[in-house]
């Protein structure tokens, strides 16, 4: 098992784990994610990955990939292989421990039929509705079926004809026999099967009754010798439920362990709103780079290394809890600050001429700056550049306040000279077309004695520039919870992508599909996966270099 790199700190889970090692309670640590393939993973799902398959690596126990496959209507195959890419590149390994609900069927079958022939399960025929009305309230007890009585070779017949296709959906249902007027309804009579006439993804057609999420996921666990089911908190109230049926059935009891579910602002993680975000079109896929998938993440830039720190970073609890997106963002910055090579990239261009310059060089430029191991490149210099326009202001603030250029100011050219704008050239709506400016020759990677230039900038050699599509993504909702609006599609925010044009140095032309660059004062970009061709790479902004939304706000 490989695991991340970084000591975990501690939490509520590894002090429980830490007494049950000393006490001899148990003897292995051994963890599962269960996914249910019905929709691609998300930041959520990240957390409980770290959380699981850290546990597993640090207390030298194993953690499974169990695809929770028990609802044959919503669950594909597609959504298995991608699950299985993202913790894989998440950096966790399940190594042998692969497993599908779908193959326990035939034993979940076996142990309905014992709690049947044990009188505590039995088929009941109400109608859906009737049932509901049934339930009772968490003030008003239920109401006992009328089948509830059945005799035990009544529901054993009924079962095996529901099993043999003999009903239609909805006619019958399995239930355990535990107690109608329970305070937690979950203990009311639950359903444990249900016939339903619908191909499965693994099984085929060979079921036509399917085990309940609640009647399956406890004995997986236990039948997987799970010692710690780790889940989120809304199954507290199912957990006398999941041990009812482990004490009935005689098997292994894990230990079930609650937290608390990662909320993240601007944001929704459910996976039925995801889906709706694919298929009304929304965003262009699971993988778009707005997304709050796993693959989305990947697919814009973000470091799997940054992901693993940010689940750390937010530690795991069991009081709701919100994180903003900034800590997130903040992990993927620090990250790339340290591995991301520099480019320059001109998104929104002025012209420069140097006046007193008429030459090609080729400077060497290091690809980043504290990082000489990470080597240099060919950076082309000439008498004409593009800059950007933020760079330059015709009255600009005292030199004190402002760095950049304006009229008879000096700045240094990132890599290259020290210049100065001469004269601007306005176009007849009184716009800036082009700058002027002198270079210093004798500044090429050295300050001349005396003189402080503080400014430094980006620039491209026009000559050389090359024209890329850049993607330039803000968040995909701009409320804070998008779940309180009336209808979370309201709180789409309409400008979270913007198709822009940036002129690139040459050597970005190479780039290759995933490679991650910070272009200098501008932000972080990543090359398109799916959209670039050779030699017209396309570029998502993975990050900005701050966090300029809290300055928005
Ligand atoms: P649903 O059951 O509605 O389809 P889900 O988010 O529960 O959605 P699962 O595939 O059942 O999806 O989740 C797999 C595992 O991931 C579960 O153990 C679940 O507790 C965990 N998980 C899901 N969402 C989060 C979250 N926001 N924070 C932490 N863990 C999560
Ligand atoms: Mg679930």
Known sequence: MSAPETATPSNFIRTIIDEDLQSGRCDQVVTRFPPEPNGYLHIGHAKSICLNFGLAADYNGRCHLRFDDTNPVKEEDEYVEAIKEDVSWLGFDWGEHLYFASDYFETLY????????????????????????????????????????????????????????EHPDGSHILRAKIDMAAPNM???????????????????DTWC?????????????????????????????????????????????????????????????????????????HVSG????????????????????????????????????WIDLSVLEDCVREELNETACRRQAVLNPLKVTITNYDQLEELDAPNHPQRPE?????????????????DFMENPPPPKKYFRLGPEREVRLRNSYIIRCDEFIKDADGEIVELKCSADLDTLGKNPEGRKVKGII???????????????????????????????????????????????????????????????????????????????PVFNRTVTLRDTWAKMK
């Not at 509705?129 to 009924?158: D, F, K, Q, W």
């Not at 990947?298 to 069991?318: D, K, L, S």
Request: charged residues 25%; aromatic residues 10%; glycine residues 6%.
């Open 110 to 165: 076996q142990y309905a039929l014992k709690l049947i022939k044990a009188g505590t399960a039995y088929v009941d025929s109400q109608s859906a509705e009737e049932m509901r009305r049934n339930r009772g309230t968490l003030t008003e007890p239920g109401v006992e079926s009328p089948h509830r009585n059945r005799s035990i070779e009544e529901n054993l017949a009924l079962f095996e004809q529901m099993k043999n296709g």
């Open 186 to 204: 979950n203990l009311r009579d639950p359903a444990l099967y249900r016939i339903l006439h619908a191909h499965h993804h693994r099984t085929g």
């Open 209 to 281: 009754i399917y085990p309940m999420y609640d009647f399956a996921h406890g004995q997986e666990d236990s039948i997987e010798g799970v010692t710690y089911s780790i889940c989120t908190l809304e199954f507290e109230d199912h957990r006398p439920l999941y041990e009812w049926f482990l004490r009935e059935l005689e098997i292994f009891v894990p230990q079930q362990i609650e937290f608390a579910r990662l909320n993240l602002s601007y944001t929704v993680m459910s996976k039925r709103k995801l889906l709706q975000l694919v298929t009304d079109k």
């Open 286 to 321: 699971w993988d778009d780079p707005r997304m709050p998938t796993v693959s989305g993440m990947r697919r814009r830039g973000y470091p799997a290394a940054a992901i693993r720190t940010f689940c750390e970073r937010i530690g795991v609890g069991r009081a709701a809890s």
């Open 374 to 390: 990470l080597g240099s490149r060919v950076l082309p210099m000439s008498s004409e550049l593009w800059i950007d326009r933020d």
């Open 458 to 536: 980006h620039w491209v050699s026009a000559p050389h520039a090359q024209k890329v599509q850049v993607r330039v993504y803000d968040r995909l909702f701009d409320q804070e919870n998008p779940d309180k609006a009336e209808n979370y599609l309201s709180a789409l925010n309409p400008d979270s992508l913007q198709i822009s044009e940036a002129l690139v140095e040459p050597s970005l032309i190479d780039a290759k599909p995933g490679e991650t660059f910070q272009f200098e004062r501008v932000g972080y970009f990543t090359v398109d996966s799916k959209d670039a061709t050779d030699g017209e």
